[in-house]
């Protein structure tokens, strides 16, 4: 199993979420976020000083998937979350070892 | 607000329940003072309702465009001011054609101090031009909820300026400047049609021609519900609005020198309290049968149907039908709501459903108290009011379309238009104890 | 509030400062005006009141459930209205046997306008009416706060129509409608008790027979603090009430006709002012005493019991003596909150350790500056007062409770009130950008 | 505020308008009950400023110092009216010898009511007291809007006590108690310097001793500013205090017994409103053309400054002048905002270039309008007023600072004075479920 | 080491944490989430529109534990956590490369 | 790849951030949580009633480097969060498998 985490522009989540919905998945959790990349904050002024924000809002979002999937998820997530412009996003993966359901006690896939 | 020729026989009907020596131990100067401070007391509570609406838009936005609402909301309070004193007062009050008044700035001669000693009704002239402008800032209020999150901030602030320095005046000569339609025997004591009705239009044509805020109508036409953001400071800007309204309906008596004349401010006070409450509690029941659910959002914009629906008669009906008529107030917004959203019509705040609405259903409901009212006159003035809103309203905003354009990127419209316009957030911390993120 | 017959009297001992010929050149009419305006004018600071109740609780209790505790406010202020309207008024006021008045319908028979000109202390019977209204709403807001986070919406609004109907007017007879209590000689003056502590009362037996939020209290005994999620609100929501009080107890004096009576709505403001000043530093001395940290919550309760304390009697004490009786007030408070929270009673907002503890504190403290109360006739009123809203608001809370039930369910408390019975939350935003989740 | 003889020289100035036949048919208690109704009613609306400071600077400090902004102001106001009853009053204004009145207990011996009748002018001497007491609270509110976030709660509040007991009375006898300042000619209609300036110049001095903020000033000398958490809370506050300013400078005018005067304080009405509307435009459209963004913090602080600037003369100036007037401030806040960063003076809400370069400007705006007043005189109160109050304050700040300290120490600045001073959080929750954390 | 992510109800927290810190599990970083798995959102009303609720509160658990208590761990929150019903939450474990406590440099188990 | 997630107290995040920088690390993820660990929480007193607070606000930090970065991203993360007082928070590192920026496709040590 992989967690695919993702961090993208807020506004586009329902877009992922819909897309993510289409690929099957059952499961996602999300975050509220700031960050930066390639895409260094911006500079505004406030009361007449100028600073620098350095971090934006952003979402993450967190989907468990099993290995079958993660490729699919990570392209999915990529092309709806994606406008082109800096700031899209990143997608990291890690292996996940172990998922359990809660109210079952399912492990594993089953569990996802 | 309508011409004291008018107040008066309003107060005659009014009057057949007592007899009433009015005016008799009160002196000229006395009562002259009473006018005088009912203005200034009435009107620092509508002057406060500015404070209501900037708290009710900016809870019903979302947090990304809060600080810009508090912002159009200052900056176009202060412009009605001065436009409304370069302008507006005298193109609605001051030799009054029929259909308009004079283009001058607006000067304080106080005709009802002289050495002459003082005739009934008199007033400060300063004190009615505060109470008047206050009137004119809450026309503005009203698109400026309506057109929220998408409108351009300059562009709606030119939009400000004209529609109170020039399209509210003018209209209003026509009525509380004792134009036309008071000749017509058009009746609307605090203005329903003429505050209201006027700021709800101008929502109106604003939110069709700026368009709906992206995402809110779905392709195959479903209502994409965007709450507001922060529901307690929409309530408080209720109770603020519902507080001040005490004052915009209560000091369009337009006198208190007499104990006639407060004897019907307190009933206005109380059929103005009345009728929020019976559109609240109607809003409430409404919502409970249709949806299962009471909506909070539905109540608060129930009081203020109610209020606005008791604004064109405040004084007349008994207390039994103040409740009515807010209820039914309170219901209409219930149903005008979602209708508008049917037509794609994007209003943020519920101005048109509240104001709009409201406004023409108050402005009919005053035939069912007073026995003046016509109901082909109100129409009369429903539908004059409404069609010249409408198309001075339409050029105005066409133009700004056509020029400066009225309506933000779409990018700029999904950061939101505090970080877009203004460059900055309503609330800005992350962390609670980062302050520099 | 108390009727004129004991108005006069409490004017008498304080005329004693300085020799007034009273009335003595105001005419009938013009005395008419002051009266009236001065009901109208502190009832709309009455009225400002109901949205510092709101604002208060709102930021009293969990974010979860701060939506119904505004839809709870603003429902509660409107039926209260309506209710005063339909049974309330003339319960308390018209042919008061000495115990009830009459179930009628009110209607303003403005009495005081008559042909054979202005008796003293003649004012408009709807201005009057206004005023008292709004005290009706304060009673039932204080009930709202005590039990908040876990009562049923609709319940609760049966419940407050029946307070505001029927248990406020009756017992509010029997003191300014002029009955029994009035003769026994029961002094209190704009309401320590028949406002606030009648609120109180019902809060308290609301607050035991609805029991405990879940997780309030730890299975051995241990109180677990759920913190108010707004503090600003709640701070708002004080200043709001501070400032309302200026009109609840300034307006009590039920005239303002004569050079003695606004001299004395003066020294009103200022006892109330300063007996509010009086808590709030009382309050804070001692939490930093006790815990050695100020505790910003109870220094607004502080606040709200110095006004609660002063009400019965803000005319006759001397400054001083109004920076006394509030500090007791403020220091009271500190110590019946954790009181109350050992014997399990869960008071959300510190509703009955303001308004009931320090109502009985007001209306005792009477005795110190007024010569004519005496502490018997005090406490007959303050048990008589008691013993009633307890055992009526008892039945009615159980009626019901073994009805509709009055609490939900444990799922319902734990997702809080907005998601459970109305379906929204308060800040629904999450994700500064997103608005759709 | 002026004593009376001044005022009568004013309303010299003013009547030339018209021939007024004053208090010609004002009965004597008759203009006595106005005078004392215009101080009762305007001293509420300036008691309501105090919830308006309390809403600005908890808006623009951040999350983790809020309920501590709560706190100090609801105990500011507290403090603040002990001890204007206690010292301040008659320091200010008994038997003042030209520099001090005298240290006694305010004691309403109330001189208007005699048994031989009015004198023109009178009014309740309590109701006066009241309006004088709302006034002084304001002076100590600009103080903890300046130094917030790292002054420590206790030593502030001793320096409200000495500020409201002490400085802020002596200056005061000076011109409004009849002392040396009001012979010298100096006019101060309502406090422009004698309220806001010396609140600016006592938290200037605060500010310098106390220091910046940790993290406020990089060590190249780059400005890092940290934005206020909550701008709705400082829009709502900004608007209050714009309300609660008609109370403030309508009620200076003393008197409502005549005509004149009534329509006087609609003048002054009219000018503090447009003044506060030219102060938001001018502050808008310089940020515009300076930064390309218009700041709403700005703009709030334009209104501030707009309304600060008329105070020292807001009944003289036409409406167009008023609006300039207050747009020159609203133009000064712009620039003093950066200018006081450049010299790293950290005022956290801006108070000193609002409330001290407003304050400045707009009294020797006095002579714009104001024949009696001449430039001479308005600088020599200017700098008499700056002079005593620096070199008081800092001698109280500087005790302070080295007996019990004025500053949190720098861990507990960064976890905020909530949590290190107070031990609570303004907004607790975490986790909209979760009330336990 | 591993490192245990769960998602539960919020007003299970307090339970979680005590349960943990029976079993001597010294640390914890919690984060407001919202998500959704089988537990789709809910539908409401707003203003006389229908609208699907997409994303519920929760609440994020983080403790990183050594590899003997990672089982431990997971079985407790699972029944420290669990309802019965629907919406109960997920349990997730990766693998810990490194762990370090800044205030003393300790690294690996002792720094947990 | 390594994903090095650091809980540290909020007023260290722009000394964090400012350090990393000059590291040459090129993106940050920021979230807003509540954790204990050594530090427990404390007590304090709200309307006459003790009670702890176990959760003390903290930020957590995520990123995402290249393997050769990882050990000097954690000291100096170590070094720069470090107040030698208890609270000074904890860093966690796990295996990263894939990254991928949205706007180019790009993945691995590239995307970061
Ligand atoms: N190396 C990183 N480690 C952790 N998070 C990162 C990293 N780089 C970017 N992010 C996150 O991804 C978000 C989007 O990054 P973006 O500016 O689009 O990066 P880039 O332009 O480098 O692809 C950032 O706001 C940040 O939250
Ligand atoms: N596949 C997943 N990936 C990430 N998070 C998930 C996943 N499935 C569920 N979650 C998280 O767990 C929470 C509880 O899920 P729940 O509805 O109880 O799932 P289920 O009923 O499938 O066990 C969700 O709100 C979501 O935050
Ligand atoms: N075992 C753990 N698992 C997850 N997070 C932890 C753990 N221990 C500590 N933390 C996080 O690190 C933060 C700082 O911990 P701290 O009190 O400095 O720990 P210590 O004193 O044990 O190093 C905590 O608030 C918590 O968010």
Redesign the interface.
């Known amino acids: 199993m992989k967690l695919i985490m993702a961090i993208i522009k807020p506004f586009k989540l329902d877009d992922v979420r819909e897309a993510l919905t289409g690929l099957g998945v059952e499961g996602m959790t999300v975050t509220e976020v700031k960050g930066y990349g390639r895409q260094k904050g911006q500079t505004e002024i406030y009361r007449g000083a100028e600073y620098e924000i350095h971090f934006l809002p952003k979402v993450k979002i967190e989907v468990a998937v099993n290995d079958d999937q993660a490729e699919r998820t990570i392209e999915t997530i990529s092309s709806a979350a994606g406008t082109g412009k800096i700031g899209d996003g990143k997608i990291f993966a890690v292996d996940l070892e172990k998922a359990m359901r809660i109210r079952t006690g399912e492990t594993g896939n089953e569990a996802l | 607000m309508k011409s004291n020729l008018l107040k008066i026989t309003a107060l005659g009907a009014a009057l057949s ?5 009015a ?8 009562a ?3 006018n ?2 009912s ?3 009435h ?3 509508v ?2 309702m ?2 209501g609406f ?2 009710l838009e ?2 019903l936005v ?3 465009n ?2 810009m609402q ?2 159009k ?3 176009l ?3 009605a ?2 436009m409304y ?1 370069l302008i507006g007062y005298n193109l609605m009050y001051m030799d009054v054609t029929g259909y308009i008044g004079s283009f001058s ?2 000067e ?3 005709a ?4 002459d ?2 005739k009934e009704g008199d007033y ?1 002239a ?2 009615d ?2 109470f008047q ?1 206050v009137f004119v800032a809450a026309t503005a209020s009203i698109v400026s909820g309506a057109v929220a999150e998408r409108v351009k ?1 300059w562009p709606f602030l030119i939009f400000t300026t004209i529609l109170t320095g020039i399209i509210y005046p003018i209209q209003g000569s026509w009525s509380w400047g004792g134009g036309w339609l008071s000749e017509a025997g058009f009746l609307d004591f605090a203005g329903s049609s003429i505050v209201h009705s006027v700021g709800g239009w101008a929502a109106l044509t604003g939110a069709i021609i700026i368009g709906a805020r992206k ?1 809110k109508y779905g392709p195959d036409g479903q ?11 929409a ?2 800007g ?3 609005l ?2 001040g309204w ?2 915009f309906n ?1 000091g369009s008596q337009l006198a ?8 019907d ?3 206005i ?2 059929n103005t ?2 009728a ?3 559109g ?2 109607a809003a ?1 029941a409404m919502t409970q049968m249709i ?1 299962k ?8 914009n129930g ?1 203020l149907a109610g209020l606005v629906s008791i604004t064109a008669e405040p004084l007349a009906p008994t ?2 039908l103040a ?1 009515l008529i807010g209820a039914v107030g309170g219901v209409l917004v ?1 149903f005008a ?2 209708a508008l ?1 049917k037509l794609k019509i994007d209003d943020v705040v ?1 101005a048109i459903s509240v104001h709009l609405v409201g406004g023409i259903w108050g402005t009919i409901a005053v035939v069912f108290s007073n026995a003046d009212a016509t109901i082909v006159a109100q129409l009369t003035g429903i539908i004059a009011i409404g069609a010249y809103t409408v198309v001075f309203s339409t050029i105005v905003w066409m133009v700004l379309k056509f020029t400066v354009g009225v309506r933000v990127s779409e990018e700029e419209e ?3 238009l505090d970080k877009a ?17």
């Open positions: 329940l007592a007899a009433v020596p005016h008799a131990e009160v002196s000229g100067e006395t002259f003072i009473f005088t401070l203005f200034l007391m009107g620092f509570l002057m406060w500015a404070a900037t708290m900016g809870g979302r947090t990304k809060t600080s508090m912002l909301n200052i900056a309070y202060s412009i001011g001065i004193y700035i607006w304080a001669v106080d009802g101090i002289t050495a000693g003082f400060s300063g004190s031009w505060f402008m901030m995402g209502v994409r519900p965007i709450p507001g953001a922060n529901l307690p400071l309530t408080l209720t109770f603020i519902w507080m005490l004052g209560g208190m020198g007499s104990a006639a004349d407060v004897r401010i307190g009933s006070y109380i309290n009345l929020a409450a019976g609240v509690v409430m949806y659910k009471v909506d909070l959002t539905m109540a608060l009081a207390p039994g409740i219930v709501v979602p959203d519920g999904m950061d939101g316009e203004l460059g900055l957030e309503a609330y800005p911390e992350f962390g609670h104890g980062s302050a520099k993120l």
